[in-house]
């Protein structure tokens, strides 16, 4: 969908000395946010299939902290739902000072597009980004991006609904490699969609 592959986001690094397994255990034991501004847009009988995982309520305050976002900045993006198609995304700022803050800031956007589509999509001209590349995060296997000129690195992750978008964005507009890291964060963040999902 226009609205996934169009986002922008970002996130700096993960996580030293924990693997998926001690990941898997937080995203297990965390219950979903109910603040009111949090919760996604209603899914109405012309939305199909269902989307389950949304990272907004169900990414929690450990993991965020731990793929180097501010838990406090969490937001509910401008998602969309275009019938049959929905978007559910949540972005963060990093928790990095300086000058310029923040200096990136991490999507990431559940839909019901396929990833194929998705991955025809990037691959067909005349976006500016690098070629797609195949890649496997915890067993799940996607594909990651470049784009420029806005200095994007795109993470997709096949779910059983479509896939999840995780995007980082350079505010500063300058890194020379924007994915350089990103795989870690995806690492931290996927296991928070389920196993069942």
Same mark, same amino acid.
């Not at 969908?1 to 898997?24: D, N, S």
């Not at 976002?69 to 300086?98: M, Q, W």
């Given at each position: ?9 970002? =996130? ?7 693997? /998926? ?9 965390s219950t979903p946010l ?5 919760? /996604?847009?209603?899914? @109405? ?18 993991? &965020? !902290?731990? =793929? ?9 993006? =401008? ?24 200096? !990136? ?5 559940? !839909? ?26 915890? @067993?799940?296997? @996607? ?23 995780? &995007?980082?964005? !350079? &505010? ?13 964060? =995806?690492? $931290? $963040? ?8």
């Open positions: 969908m226009r609205t996934v592959r169009l986002l922008i986001v970002l =996130a700096f690094l993960g996580c030293a000395g924990c693997g /998926p397994q001690a990941e898997h255990q937080v995203a297990s034991t109910t603040a009111p501004s949090l919760q /996604p847009p209603t899914q @109405g009988p012309d939305i199909n299939p269902k989307v389950s995982y949304d990272p907004c309520t169900m990414i929690s305050d450990a993991v &965020i !902290s731990k =793929a180097g976002y501010n838990p406090a900045t969490r937001k509910r993006y =401008a998602g969309s739902a275009d019938p049959p198609t929905i978007v559910l995304g949540c972005e963060f700022e990093d928790d990095l000072h300086g000058i310029i803050k923040p200096k !990136s800031t991490l999507e990431v956007a559940s !839909s019901n597009e396929n990833i194929d589509a998705d991955r025809k999509y990037w691959n067909d001209p005349p976006h500016p980004n690098l070629p797609v590349k195949s890649i496997t995060v915890n @067993g799940r296997a @996607g594909f990651e991006m470049t784009h420029y000129p806005a200095y994007d690195c795109y993470i997709y992750l096949p779910t059983k609904a479509g896939d999840v978008a995780i &995007i980082w964005h !350079s &505010i500063i507009m300058d890194h020379p490699n924007p994915c350089d890291g990103v795989l870690d964060i =995806a690492k $931290i $963040i996927e296991p928070t969609i389920g196993e069942n999902r």
